[in-house]
């Protein structure tokens, strides 16, 4: 019963990854129903929120992101995703999703490593 992160990966500045999330066992259902959120933890710094969709499909950004970062959900697939474009640096960390605001267990996440 878990929410599960992959995608993540070693990139150039102005490179892009594509996140993916999915949720397994009792909670499959959990992505459709709820809003979701994305949230990264940076090394030595607090996890902080990144974006999040409603479940009706409305987006919203921290400051940071906007406009490089898309959050994105197929529901048949109870899959959310996050496309980051233009990664920076400063968007090294590990990746996780969870609701907004987050209620479950949090999972392994999804390394994102960028070099300048």
Do not use: H
Not at 42 to 63: H, L, M, N
Not at 85 to 112: H, I, M, R
């Amino acid at each position: 019963v878990q929410l599960v992160e992959s995608g993540g990966g070693s990139v150039q500045a102005g490179g892009s990854l594509r996140l993916s999330c999915a949720a397994s066992g009792s909670i499959l259902n959990i992505i459709n129903i709820n809003t979701m959120g994305w949230y990264r933890q940076a090394p030595g710094k607090q996890r902080e929120w990144v974006a999040r969709i409603t479940s009706g499909g409305s987006t919203v950004y921290a400051d940071s992101v906007k406009g490089r970062f898309t959050v994105s959900r197929d529901n048949a697939k109870n899959t959310v995703y996050l496309q980051m474009n233009s990664l920076k640096p400063e968007d090294t960390a590990v990746y996780y999703c969870n609701t907004f605001p987050s209620t479950l267990g949090w999972g392994q996440g999804t390394q994102v490593t960028v070099s300048s």
